[in-house]
């Protein structure tokens, strides 16, 4: 009896870890690849997507793209608004023309774009991670607020109406989904070029609006791709419009596309539909435009129904191959894992979106271990956490960590006080042009020596190295006495240590560099930052930002510090206050800057 608990106790933690290992996302790239190949078929469009390419051949033509003026732009849009009779329902341009230039040129181009509503212009944004604060007057780590956004000229943009470009890819890599829109910084709700087209394609032909796509909370939804790259490409250049080689009536009533179509202009993607070959932006907008138009939307399944349903089908297939007859436990892998892909199949055409490749891994991982006796994978994947943990986190604070608990290390990040310093080796880049490559590696990897010592003989957590620079941090993620001393010490002794190197360095090489180093101390995010599947424990926020800025600016072997600094550490150190003399980027006027001279105690 007693035997028979352990055997249903193994059965559900080895079904648990199975789910646990699909939950985490370890299937995630080969589950993405395998969908991406079964699920995304090329199909027959409505022939009403025409893309006009700024192309090799425009290029060859034209002058370099760079130094193109947007009287070409505003040529190709006379040529197809010609008349109100055989104009196209909607025009999409996918380039973002921030910024005023030559005053009659952008002019043209606004009045062109607007001559008869039917134009779209791109916006974009830079997404990040930023402080938000909640509803709750809480402050929350965002991995999704706008850190930049950039829109057209003020006139191109009073002219036409605007639709975002972003193209974001999956974390690995792969173009799968469209951002349906987002709120700008000032309150605007800002679709994509692409819903703005079909929408504006609809109303021009007195259509019922768009239907939305289910979406995420991001706004994100999943894209049937209709067409491969090079699909939806009718070889025609802007060079055709402005020769007026193409009758403006080819292009009445349908949606156009104006974007680079040239691999030099670095507007490609890798997308769902086709991994080998690159698929150009303006190819991605023409598949979600026609998704939008024919409305036959994919939702995908939420992961807890589908990890669910694994682990009670992972439980069957324990059930089944546990101690059964070789034939039997294939016959019931083979039901399993085959009829799992063809119900995704199935219920993929039918509009819905699964894991293809969570079942079949996960029984025949079980069908496997149960013929060869392996129940290894628990102590398996408890090897695979510990390895992660140890990845992300510094290891000269493991054991105090594991000491203190989880507590001592809380997921998503806290805010606290600590002291930043940045290092940067001066000097080196030119240095390196002139050494060989073994000896520049040489002379760095005993330059970074020298920073990694400082740092944590002063008890400090080298966060990162970065290229000829470094990151570190005090008093996170475990508090720490006199930390921002540490701090300074760890500098003075860069700056004291770099003296000797130099010399030897000099005598080996015949050449040397020096340090310049920035030392803040403030409140800052201190935790595990980045995703579920890549995480790295570092800082974040504006005392950071800080005291890099101050590094940047520091001269060699010098050490500039903030007023907060000196103050914390008033009577211990001497200093020479430089005013606000130097400007430090995202700081206004009053920022005070000083130079760490000696430590006297």
């Keep these: 009896m007693k035997k028979k608990y352990k055997t249903i106790i193994a059965a559900f933690l080895s079904a648990g870890i199975l789910t646990l290992l699909a939950g985490i996302g370890l299937l995630d790239t080969a589950d993405s690849t395998v969908s991406d190949a079964l699920y995304q078929t090329r199909s027959a469009s409505d022939g009403d997507i025409v893309l006009v390419g700024i192309d090799d051949r425009a290029i060859d033509e034209l002058g370099p793209y760079g130094q193109w003026t947007r009287d070409i732009i505003a040529m190709t849009l006379d040529a197809l608004n010609e008349s109100e009779d055989c104009r196209p329902a909607a025009i999409g341009i996918d380039v973002l023309y921030t910024g005023e230039s030559i005053p009659e040129l952008d002019e043209w181009l606004a009045e062109s774009a607007g001559r008869y509503g039917n134009v779209v212009t791109a916006c974009a944004s830079q997404f990040g991670t930023a402080m938000a604060e909640g509803p709750d007057g809480n402050y929350y780590l965002d991995d999704f607020s706008i850190l930049v956004f950039e829109e057209a000229y003020e006139a191109l943009r009073a002219a036409t109406t605007q639709g975002h470009i972003n193209a974001m890819l999956d974390q690995d890599g792969i173009l799968r989904h469209h951002l349906l829109r987002y709120t700008a910084p000032d309150g605007r709700e800002i679709p994509s070029m692409a819903l703005a087209l079909a929408e504006m394609y609809r109303a021009y032909w007195d259509m019922d609006p768009i239907d939305l796509p289910p979406a995420d909370s991001h706004n994100f939804w999943y894209v049937p791709f209709c067409g491969a790259p090079g699909d939806f490409d009718e070889s025609i250049s802007v060079v055709d419009l402005i020769n007026g080689d193409i009758p403006a009536d080819y292009f ?16 490609n993607y890798v997308t769902s539909i086709d991994h080998a070959q690159q698929m150009y932006g303006v190819e991605y907008q023409a598949n979600a435009v026609q998704a939008l138009l024919w409305g036959e939307y994919k939702r995908e399944v939420s992961d807890g129904w589908q990890l669910a349903v694994l682990f009670g089908l992972l439980l069957l297939g324990i059930w089944g191959f546990w101690r059964r007859k070789v034939a039997a436990a294939t016959a019931l892998w083979a039901v399993l894992g085959g009829g799992w892909a063809a119900l995704c199949l199935g219920l993929y055409r039918a509009g819905w979106v699964l894991h293809i490749l969570w079942v079949p891994a996960g029984v025949t991982i ?7 006796l392996n129940y290894i994978q628990a102590a398996a994947e408890r090897r695979q956490v510990t390895s992660t943990f140890k990845r992300y986190v510094a290891p000269e604070i493991v054991n105090e960590l594991l000491k203190e608990g989880t507590e001592a290390l809380e997921l998503g990040g806290k805010l606290t006080t600590i002291a930043v310093l940045f290092v940067d ?20 990897n005993r330059y970074l020596t020298l920073i990694a010592d400082c740092i944590l003989r002063n008890g400090g957590t080298l966060d990162k190295f970065v290229g000829d620079a470094a990151m570190a941090f005090w008093g996170a993620p475990l508090p720490q006495e006199d930390y921002i001393m540490r701090a300074c010490q760890a500098a003075a002794d860069m700056v004291s240590g770099s003296e000797s190197l130099s010399k030897e360095l000099m005598e080996q090489f015949g050449r040397t560099v020096s340090f310049g180093i920035g030392v803040h101390v403030g409140e800052a995010v201190v935790g595990n930052i980045g995703s579920p599947q890549r995480m790295d424990y570092t800082a974040i926020g504006d005392t950071v930002n800080t005291s890099a800025r101050l590094e940047a600016n520091a001269p060699a072997s010098t050490i500039y510090i903030s007023r907060a600094v000196a103050d914390a550490l008033e009577g211990r150190i001497r200093t020479t206050s430089l005013g606000d003399t130097i400007k430090l980027k995202g700081k206004k006027d009053g920022f005070e800057i000083l130079t760490l001279d000696e430590i006297i105690g």
């Design 252 to 267: 009445a009533g349908k949606v156009v596309f104006i974007g680079p179509y040239a691999t030099g202009l670095q507007d």
């Design 366 to 372: 079980l069908y496997a271990s149960c013929l060869a």
């Design 425 to 444: 080796v001066r000097g080196f880049t030119t240095m390196s042009e002139m050494l060989e490559p073994p000896q520049v590696v040489a002379i760095l």
